[in-house]
């Protein structure tokens, strides 16, 4: 087959090009200076190897695709005919190249060689298997003989390989999956070259990630539009279709349309169209052997973008949107986002780079791998600081859409130290604890010795105070005490004309009782104002009283207190005239200003000046003393801040023999009789032990009575029938009728009082009966406030007809004991008194007298004076079938019995009589202007009313 060649160039002109190129860079090398450049040497000599072999290439192929046709020898010498319009024919064109080269210069003999030599050459296209031929080319011409092709065996297709064949990266940790706050692991670079695609599906980088690739994989830019011409596109006007391969030409833009005819634009008509401007531009597709065509259908200009966008395009929603992501605790600032933030808010970058700044330190110390910020709340948040004040933390992380997820991470225990200088803050923590802990621990040693410093001192001032305020106190108290015992020297001295002439008898109703006793009593100041009968001394005519109330009394009460004073009568019965003028009723001031405390009434009347005052003008220029009730130590102050007299005993004094086992001291000493008893006893010991000891020396005793010192009116008194329950009662009869009148000694009774001792507290325990069930509500109760405040054992008389009797009396200051009255007590219950049948018929009256006498003179010895009571227990001894009387308690103070006795006195004129033990009453006169009453109702005459 013969093909039309373009011309060629002959091989010495290109052997020519390659050495005058070699002369060229020899040229180069030797006249450069220098150091030569290794690059541009190189690149020549490629160069030009790769031009001679293309050349070569091109020529060898041009000479095998055509059939040659050797030239006769005739024909050697013969010039080249030449073809009309340019072309060659193939015999012509080998006959002109072969001939000419040789036969120049030649003799015949050589050239019928080459002409030989020629058809050799000619050879391998007819012959290719010639090996003369090609022995001939490879000696002349260097051509090597091509290698053949050796068909190979079909290779079989491989076996399916099983399994996987690319090595799995590893995944996400267990603990990162299980809690999505942890950070994530450090990406290397070795996984960084794996591609975005591989971390995702290792869960590296959060699903919710917005992801931004620097350089985009998609490169956008516009696509090249042609101007259209009346004639298409031909392969002339393309200077090589190879360009195509670079272009968007051979890029199709529609494939709905690229079966529409090609409507060829027309310049003459394109100042008259009115409608859209038109561009069609064809060009031939690419075809297998190697043609390129185009075809881009008519597209209107209007809808063409004048400017087409340079970037990727946009939803509305991200345009509008300013949020962009801080990665890793660094701004992502390739973002578009970002660029548009920035663009945006240019004129106050200023301020905002700062705040961002801070925002993206707090993220890279707590480790926040991912953050959207809200650029508007991030700009409203740097304008309000833009004064120079920095944010907090919280209002950075508000600029954060998503804040939930930052907190919930920060908050997570030691997130802190997984930022990039984790370990200095890890390490810088670690020291700082360890100096703080070491620091403190010096710091509480010191503050401890120093607190304990403090409270020693303080202490010890406290106590100093405290001690000088004691002396201070008992300093005053013995002033007060010393002045106390100077007027009662006085008041003796002056006792019998104080009786003789006009007084002021102050009473003072006060329950001086300790702060326990009377914190448990209920309505304490009405207790103490049940002595109103104090105001019915006044049946003396010079005795004027002024009565202290510890209640507020109204009007009603004044009147009725008036009326009842207004029916007194006098020794002489006769009508006591201008009472009321004698009796003046004060409260304190100050009555309730100390409301729950229930002080006595000596202490209110004390803490109230304005009172004070008042009873300083009251008994200015007169004689006059105060009669308390249960003396106090405010009674002694009293005295001195009113400089009068008290007529009563001590308060120590009257407090010591107002318990039971003083009172028993008194009736000792007095020689009187008392029930078998032990007193000042303080321990269940020695309560065992003396009531083992009382039992086992009176059996005939079957009831056993038991009372606290401090207490009053049967409050502190419990009883136990203890022979009832005792197991060995019977034995211990025999013991005594066998000893008969040795067993009075200690030593018959002692086997008994083992034995008894033996028995007695779990008969105490389960047997004794409290009195007062609402004061002591249990046995253990009782026995622990009998044995603090000490208490008294004493047998109950071995009778069932007992009589209690009471004896008041009035131990002057010169130490004349009067008995102002007695009485039979009528009990409520069996320890509880509820009045006094007046006077008493139980006893004789002169034994009664001889045996008070003896108590109120005992009672004097030890400087008790005033107002004291008595009582006693009258009975018939089942053995011996006498009256016994026994003294059982002592009161030193102005008791209820006596005040009510003092009524009986005022309102009925009567006195009561030592001697016979009576209470005599005057006769009694009727007043004139009562005598109508009496008379008969005949004798009567109406009364003649007359006015002024």
């Known amino acids: 087959m013969t093909t039309v060649l373009a011309p060629q160039e002959d091989t010495g002109s290109i052997l ?38 293309g050349k070569a290439e091109e020529l060898l192929s041009a000479q095998q695709n055509q059939v040659l046709t050797l030239p006769t020898l005739n024909q050697a ?56 031929a090609r022995v001939v080319i490879q000696e002349q011409f260097g051509i090597s003989k091509p290698r053949e092709k050796v068909s190979l065996p079909p290779i079989p297709p491989p076996k399916p390989l099983m399994g996987p064949t690319v090595k799995g990266a590893p995944s996400l940790p267990k603990s ?92 003459s008509r394109s100042s008259h169209v009115t409608g859209a401007r038109m561009i069609t531009a064809s060009v031939p597709l690419r075809n297998k052997s190697g043609a390129s065509t185009f075809k881009m259908i008519n597209t209107p200009l209007s809808h063409m973008s004048p400017n087409p966008p340079t970037g990727p395009p946009q939803t509305p929603a991200l345009t509008k949107s300013r949020k962009f992501t801080i990665q890793g605790g660094r701004t992502v600032y390739e973002n578009s986002d970002f660029e548009d933030f920035r663009k945006e808010y240019c004129q106050n970058w200023s301020y905002i780079l700062p705040t961002l700044q801070e925002l993206e330190l707090v993220l890279t110390q707590y480790a926040v791998p991912v953050a959207i910020v809200d650029g508007e709340l991030l700009s409203q948040l740097a304008m309000n600081y833009k004064m120079g004040n920095r944010p907090s933390i919280q209002e950075l992380i508000d600029c954060c859409t998503n804040q939930g997820s930052i907190i919930s991470l920060m908050e997570s225990p030691g997130q802190l130290y997984r930022g990039p200088k984790g370990y200095d803050l890890a390490a810088a923590k670690i020291q700082a604890t360890y100096k703080m802990h070491k620091e403190r621990t010096k710091f509480l040693d010191h503050r401890k010795r120093k607190g304990a410093g403090s409270i020693i001192a303080l202490n010890w001032m406290m106590s100093m105070r405290m001690a000088g305020v004691r002396g201070k106190l008992k300093a005053s108290r013995a002033l007060y005490l010393t002045k106390f015992r100077e007027r009662a020297k006085e008041l003796k001295t002056t006792w019998s004309s104080i009786e003789q002439k006009k007084r002021v008898i102050i009473h003072i109703p006060s329950r001086g009782f300790s702060q326990p006793i009377r914190d448990s009593l209920v309505d304490f100041h009405n207790l103490q104002n049940s002595q109103m009968g104090r105001i019915c001394d006044i049946n003396d005519p ?297 006077p008493q018929t139980s006893i004789n009256p002169s034994r009664l007298h001889s045996i008070s006498q003896s108590v109120g003179n005992a009672c004097y010895e030890r400087g008790i004076i005033g107002y004291i009571s008595v009582g006693y227990a009258t009975f018939i001894d089942p053995l011996t079938e006498d009256q016994q009387l026994w003294a059982i308690d002592l009161k030193i103070q102005y008791t209820d019995t006596m005040a009510m006795s003092n009524i009986l006195q005022y309102v009925t004129g009567g006195h009561f009589d030592n001697g016979t033990g009576l209470f005599k009453i005057p006769e009694y006169k009727v007043m004139p202007e009562m005598a109508s009453r009496f008379q008969s109702p005949k004798a009567r005459q109406p009364p003649n009313h007359r006015f002024a």
């Open 16 to 53: 020519v090009k390659v050495q005058d190129e070699l002369r060229h860079l020899r040229d180069q090398l030797v006249n450069a200076s220098g150091s030569v450049d290794i690059n541009a040497l190189a690149s020549a000599i490629s160069r030009t190897e790769k031009a001679v072999q």
């Open 77 to 132: 010498s013969q010039p080249t005919p030449q073809l009309s319009g340019g072309k060659r024919q193939s015999n012509v064109f080998y006959k002109s190249r072969f001939t000419t080269n040789f036969s120049v210069n030649k003799t015949p003999g050589q050239v019928v060689k080459d002409q030989m030599m020629s058809r050799m050459i000619a050879a391998p296209t007819h012959q290719p298997d010639n090996v003369n």
């Open 176 to 267: 990162n999956r299980l809690n999505p706050r942890l950070t994530p692991p450090v990406i290397t670079e070795r996984d960084a070259k794996k591609g975005i695609l591989s971390l995702c599906e290792r869960g590296l980088i959060p699903p919710a990630a917005e992801l931004t690739l620097e350089p985009s994989p998609i490169k956008h830019r516009a696509a090249p539009l042609h101007i259209q011409n009346n004639e298409p596109l031909s392969l002339e006007r393309i200077a090589d279709a190879q360009e195509l391969e670079h272009t968007m030409v051979g890029v199709q833009l529609d494939t709905s349309a690229h079966d529409m005819p090609l409507v060829p634009y027309n310049k």
């Open 542 to 838: 010079n005795v004027e009283v002024i009565y202290i109330s510890p209640i507020d009394l109204d009007n009603d009460m004044q009147q009725y207190y008036q009326k009842l004073l207004s029916m007194g009568v006098s020794k002489t019965g006769e009508h006591c005239p201008e009472t009321e003028a004698k009796v003046k009723f004060i409260v304190p001031n100050n009555l309730d200003s100390f409301p729950g405390l229930n002080f006595c009434l000596s202490s209110l009347l004390l803490y109230s000046a304005k009172t004070i005052k008042r009873l300083k003008r009251l008994i200015a220029g007169k004689t006059a003393y105060i009669l308390p009730g249960l003396m106090h130590r405010d009674d002694m102050e009293l005295s001195e801040v009113l400089n009068i007299p008290v007529l009563g005993a001590e308060p120590d004094i009257a407090h010591l023999y107002s318990t039971k086992s003083g009172a028993k001291r008194i009736f000792a000493n007095a020689n009187v009789t008392i029930p078998p008893s032990e007193f000042d006893i303080y321990t269940e010991e020695q309560l065992f032990e003396m009531l083992s000891s009382l039992i086992a020396s009176n059996l005939h005793v079957t009831r056993w009575c038991f009372k606290i010192d401090t207490e009053f009116d049967g409050r502190g008194t419990a009883y136990c029938d203890v022979t009832s329950h005792l197991e060995c009662y019977k034995w211990a009869l025999k013991q005594a009728e066998r000893y008969g009148s040795k067993w009075s000694k200690r030593w018959a009774q002692e086997p008994t009082t083992i034995k008894i001792y033996s028995e007695l507290p779990e008969i105490i325990y389960n047997n004794l009966k409290v009195v007062n069930n609402k004061l002591f509500p249990s046995v253990e109760k009782f026995l622990v406030a009998f044995t603090k405040s000490g208490g008294v054992i004493e047998a109950c008389p071995p009778s069932d007809d007992v009589t209690c009797i009471t004896v008041d009396m009035f131990i002057a200051p010169t130490g004349d004991v009067e008995i102002k009255n007695t009485g039979d007590q009528i009990r409520a219950t069996e320890f509880q008194t509820w009045a006094i049948s007046s």
